[in-house]
T-cell receptor, first 113, second 113 residues
Framework: GESVGLHLPTLSVQEGDNSIINCAYS??????FIWYKQESGKGPQFIID?????DKRQGQRVTVLLNKTVKHLSLQIAATQPGDSAVYFC????????????FGKGTMLLVSP | DADVTQTPRNRITKTGKRIMLECSQT?????MYWYRQDPGLGLRLIYY???????NKGEISDGYSVSRQAQAKFSLSLESAIPNQTALYFC????????????FGPGTRLTVL
């Protein structure tokens, strides 16, 4: 099965810093990747996604980088704000056509003012 | 999100009791999912349904059953609750076309004593 790991379970940053959250995956058949943000007491929310035919995608203050060679992706958050404090999950999706995601354990991002 | 609602939001019950968690969605999505979340283990898939006549087991279906009463409703049952089913339960939906992104409900916190 899919093995999804995160390098840093907790990341503490100062407000205004840039944050980088990493995710490694094991299934080379994964062709679609989603990042979710989960704030305390809430369900996960979609942040950004990327397909395997891309190596970079940018959103509002967030950038996802994908390195298929080493099966690694990262989520970069620019000018991190206290409201960014949450658990971040990456979810690779296989190319089977069935919409079941495998979620990593998550990384807790703590932003201090 | 209000588009995906879960009831109850919190529930405390005793070992051996039958419990039903309900999920409703107004997004018109065909696909619905049930996950449980435990500290340090991320989100794990219990059951999923791609339409009203389709039910599939996920990673950890033992001890659970589901019912897809209509496109908008997907219920999760614990026939005889046990303490290690204490967890946060999330329902999610997906349109099944054009995107693999899943949209999560607010969660149900279940405690089995």
């Amino acid at each position: 099965g899919e093995s999804v790991g995160l390098h840093l379970p907790t990341l503490s940053v100062q407000e205004g810093d840039n944050s980088i959250i990493n995710c490694a995956y094991s299934n080379s058949a994964s062709d679609y990747f989603i990042w979710y943000k989960q704030e305390s007491g809430k369900g996960p929310q979609f942040i950004i996604d990327i397909r395997s035919n891309m190596d970079k995608r940018q959103g509002q203050r967030v950038t996802v980088l994908l390195n298929k060679t080493v099966k690694h992706l990262s989520l970069q958050i620019a000018a991190t704000q206290p409201g960014d404090s949450a658990v971040y999950f990456c979810a690779p999706h296989p190319s089977s056509g069935y919409s079941t995601l495998t979620f990593g354990k998550g990384t807790m991002l703590l932003v201090s003012p | 999100d209000a588009d995906v609602t879960q009831t109850p939001r919190n529930r405390i019950t005793k070992t051996g009791k039958r419990i039903m968690l309900e999920c409703s969605q107004t997004k018109g999505h065909d696909r619905m999912y049930w996950y449980r979340q435990d500290p340090g283990l991320g989100l794990r898939l219990i059951y999923y349904s791609f339409d009203v006549k389709d039910i599939n087991k996920g990673e950890i279906s033992d001890g659970y059953s589901v019912s897809r009463q209509a496109q908008a409703k997907f219920s999760l049952s614990l026939e005889s609750a046990i303490p290690n089913q204490t967890a946060l339960y999330f329902c999610a939906t997906n349109p099944g076309i054009s995107t693999d992104t899943q949209y999560f409900g607010p969660g149900t916190r279940l405690t089995v004593l």
